[in-house]
């Protein structure tokens, strides 16, 4: 069997994160709910940064996690789990109402589809390598 030992780290590092974002997600929910809003900017915010979270980050970890079940290098897998971290917690951080927040957020976000393309990428250099290999 294949080991998936380094994705581990990430997957649950991201699962705390994740965490993170739904209790803030349901504490905007009590207080929009306590001032009887129907529609909570706050509470807009957090929704779509758990609905993004959840868009990009299972497919990205079970994607390295197949890169890591090939045989790819540690450090290669060390950087795609440790900037797919990064870049969520700058999407994170970026939502906020502060001062260029919005370049942090939109930077995160790039650097996600970043890290979903590498991976996917590697998955089909794994899938591609024994055929062209065999040809000659």
């Known amino acids: 069997m294949a080991s998936v030992h380094i994705v581990l780290l990430y997957a649950g590092l991201l699962g705390l994160l994740l965490v993170v974002l739904s209790f803030n997600m349901m504490k905007s929910w009590v207080h929009a709910a306590g001032q009887g809003k129907q529609s909570d900017p706050d509470l807009r915010r957090a929704e779509a940064l758990v609905s993004s979270f ?4 299972p497919l990205t970890l079970f994607l390295i996690g197949l890169v890591e079940a090939s045989g790819a290098p540690t450090f290669a897998l060390h950087a795609l789990g440790s900037l ?9 951080f970026g939502s906020n109402h502060t001062r260029n927040s919005d370049a ?4 995160g976000a790039q650097l996600t589809y970043l890290v979903l393309t590498i991976a996917s ?6 899938f591609a390598m024994p055929m062209l290999v065999g040809v000659k």
Do not use: E, G, N
Request: proline share 0%.
């Open 54 to 57: 959840t868009d990009y980050v």
């Open 84 to 92: 797919l971290v990064t870049a969520r917690l700058m999407h994170a």
């Open 104 to 107: 942090l957020r939109f930077l």
């Open 121 to 126: 990428f590697s998955c089909l250099y794994v």
